[in-house]
């Protein structure tokens, strides 16, 4: 079969078209993943090299910033930032403002890492939380070097609602930081997460058990941002089949269909899906396009994208896709896809902690000479 004649190669490229995220009409479709780069100040105050970082990379549709904690007992990653302090909110400050010199547009992205933290990473060196004490496999990086995960403290109900009080809060410090939306980590296994899926969640309250119930966390806080930021400057990013940090679910389907169609009701910006399905070869799954059925708004796809994939799934009707590992080698990803120039390859190295090496010194393309050689 040759393109012209396969119905969805051609189909027109849209990648480079602009389309509605919420509250924003955005100039592509290219959205730059959220990623821990552990290069923040040790109290979680955002670094000079991070205003850097993110200003080269202002020409992505959206930025997605860093998984950034609420709390200090949310920290699950060593330089890694958070916001819920002034010195945070003033640091974060310095990013939006460069971001928005540049013309870009940067959402939050909100985490608790729950269970994958430490007791050394912690307030008086209390035990990591989660909603069940259930110690997952793995190992946590800690002032003392990579350590094994330790048994969680199962939350008790006061202190998940001190939780949703903390996301609100943050929500209200990015508004103040310049912030143009928030995402709510609901993915990759963090505390959220193991509310969702009963591999982690073993509550027998309001909080477990049907997947409404293990939905109805994500649910509050994304309400509670939604009224902090507006409805129409929030996502939510899910992970359903990804089994990083230990995470497990026996009825995916069941539950990840749940919280799409309870998200819907919030009418919210979008839904960000992490689509990695490395769930055990014969663990329960379900075909990952049906949450673009079910879900009414934007949608981003992510996950080991190119610029052909990208086209196909646009044309099959994802309305954005975000890019990750290409976004820390390619500061200028977008001109690079547009004009099919190389690109650098990422050094896995330097991807989480250090210093400017593999964070800000990828060079962007020398535009007039790659282009006069096509
Ligand atoms: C260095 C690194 C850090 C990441 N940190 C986060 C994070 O903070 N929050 C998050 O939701 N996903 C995080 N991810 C996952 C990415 O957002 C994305 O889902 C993943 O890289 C797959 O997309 P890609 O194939 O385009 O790289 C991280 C990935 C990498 C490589």
């Given at each position: 079969m040759t393109a012209t004649n396969h119905p969805i190669l051609s189909a027109p490229a849209n990648l480079f078209e602009r389309g509605k995220l919420g509250r924003y009409e955005l100039p592509t479709r290219v959205i730059m993943a959220p990623m821990t780069r552990m290069r923040a100040h040790r109290n979680g105050v955002p670094s000079e090299m991070m205003v850097t970082y993110y200003s080269q990379r202002s020409t992505a549709a959206l930025i997605v910033s860093e998984a950034t904690t609420v709390s200090a007992q949310g920290i699950g990653y060593l330089n890694a930032p958070g916001l819920y302090?002034?010195?945070?909110?003033?640091?974060?400050?310095?990013?939006?403002?460069?971001v928005h010199q540049r013309g870009g547009r940067i959402f939050l992205q909100l985490f608790h890492a729950g269970r994958i933290s430490h007791s050394s990473l912690q307030p008086g060196r209390s035990l990591p939380?989660?909603?069940?004490?259930?110690r997952?496999?793995?190992?946590?990086?800690?002032?003392?070097?990579?350590?094994?995960?330790?048994?969680?403290?199962?939350?008790?109900?006061?202190?998940?609602?001190?939780?949703?009080?903390?996301?609100?809060?943050?929500?209200?410090?990015?508004i103040a930081a310049g912030f143009d939306g928030v995402e709510v980590h609901a993915a990759n296994g963090y505390l959220l997460d193991q509310f969702l899926r009963n591999g982690?969640?073993?509550?027998?309250?309001?909080?477990?058990?049907?997947?409404?119930?293990?939905?109805?966390?994500?649910?509050?806080?994304?309400?509670?941002?939604a009224s902090v930021v507006g409805s129409d400057c929030t996502g939510v990013r899910l992970s359903p089949l990804h089994?990083?940090?230990?995470?497990?679910?026996?009825?995916?389907?069941?539950?990840?269909?749940?919280?799409?169609?309870?998200?819907?009701?919030?009418?919210?910006?979008?839904?960000?899906v992490v689509e990695r399905d490395d769930a055990p070869a014969a663990g329960p799954r379900f075909e990952i396009g049906m949450l673009r059925q079910i879900w009414k708004s934007a949608y981003i796809a992510n996950e080991n994208y190119d610029r052909t994939r990208a086209d196909v799934a646009i044309a099959r009707g994802v309305d954005f896709v975000s890019f990750g590992k290409l976004f820390i080698a390619n500061p200028d990803l977008p001109f690079r896809l547009e004009n099919n120039a190389p690109l650098n390859p990422p050094d896995r190295d330097s991807f989480y902690g250090g210093d400017e090496r593999g964070y800000i010194d990828y060079p962007p393309l020398d535009r007039r000479s790659s282009l006069s050689c096509e």
């Open positions: 302090n002034a010195e945070q909110l003033e640091g974060w400050m310095r990013i939006t403002s460069a939380v989660a909603p069940s004490a259930i997952p496999k793995g190992h946590v990086f800690t002032p003392e070097g990579n350590v094994p995960c330790e048994t969680p403290r199962a939350l008790n109900r006061a202190e998940i609602h001190r939780i949703v009080g903390e996301f609100r809060n943050a929500a209200v410090l990015a982690t969640n073993h509550r027998e309250d309001e909080y477990g058990g049907s997947a409404e119930n293990r939905a109805r966390l994500v649910l509050e806080i994304a309400r509670v941002v089994a990083f940090n230990d995470m497990s679910d026996s009825a995916p389907e069941v539950t990840f269909a749940t919280v799409v169609a309870a998200l819907n009701d919030l009418r919210l910006a979008y839904l960000h």
